[in-house]
T-cell receptor
Framework: AQSVTQLGSHVSVSEGALVLLRCNYS??????LFWYVQYPNQGLQLLLK??????LVKGINGFEAEFKKSETSFHLTKPSAHMSDAAEYFC?????????????FGTGTRLQVTL | EPEVTQTPSHQVTQMGQEVILRCVPI?????FYWYRQILGQKVEFLVS????????KSEIFDDQFSVERPDGSNFTLKIRSTKLEDSAMYFC?????????FGPGTRLTVT
């Protein structure tokens, strides 16, 4: 079985500050990991994915994440926050790496960006 | 860029009524999914569909729910007799392999 834990349901940063959103996973098989962003009243947009290639993955809008197997983590970072980054961020793990199986989501982290 | 579409964007129904939520997946995708998100909670998997049959379903997906791909393009989720607790945002997703693309969702409100 797979599970995802996102520490911090709300994170607030100042514009221009580092963004760090935490995700830890549990998986009985080598995982595929994803970060999705949800803007208010919109659907889920894929930010980036880890698929067992490079451990540091870059996504859209300047976000990146590093897969650390020893820590079972896949934290999302962005060097400099922008007001437009305010949204809900979900980490997800795929049931079986390399196959089109279900996604198991974390509870989400709401990012607030202040001036 | 191809995208997943869903209709309607918002559906209001009375308890006990049947609803059908519609999705048009990306055309060359083979795997289809429904998820739901109760307000303020995480996104939960409901069901996956491949090769015209259900490949996996969650415990949420009981006999009140059914899915269908009636015409090779649409993918529908039917709730036979809605309950208050079915109120949620329902997301359709499709995939060619492991990367799932989500639609904008249908907000279902059961009164």
């Amino acid at each position: 079985a797979q599970s995802v834990t996102q520490l911090g349901s709300h994170v607030s940063v100042s514009e221009g500050a580092l963004v760090l959103l935490r995700c830890n996973y549990s998986s009985s098989v080598p995982p595929y990991l994803f970060w999705y962003v949800q803007y208010p009243n919109q659907g889920l947009q894929l930010l980036l994915k880890y698929t067992s290639a490079a451990t540091l993955v870059k996504g859209i809008n300047g976000f990146e994440a590093e897969f650390k197997k020893s820590e079972t983590s896949f934290h999302l970072t962005k060097p400099s926050a922008h007001m437009s980054d305010a949204a809900e961020y979900f980490c997800a793990v795929s049931g079986m790496a390399g196959t089109a199986s279900k996604l198991t989501f974390g509870t989400g982290t709401r990012l607030q960006v202040t001036l | 860029e191809p995208e997943v579409t869903q209709t309607p964007s918002h559906q209001v129904t009375q308890m006990g009524q049947e609803v059908i939520l519609r999705c048009v997946p990306i055309s060359n995708h083979l795997y289809f999914y429904w998820y739901r998100q109760i307000l303020g909670q995480k996104v939960e998997f409901l069901v996956s569909f491949y090769n015209n049959e259900i490949s996996e379903k969650s415990e949420i997906f009981d006999d009140q729910f059914s899915v269908e791909r009636p015409d090779g393009s649409n993918f529908t989720l039917k709730i036979r007799s809605t309950k208050l607790e079915d109120s949620a945002m329902y997301f359709c997703a499709s995939a060619q392999s492991y990367e799932q693309y989500f639609g904008p969702g249908t907000r279902l409100t059961v009164t």
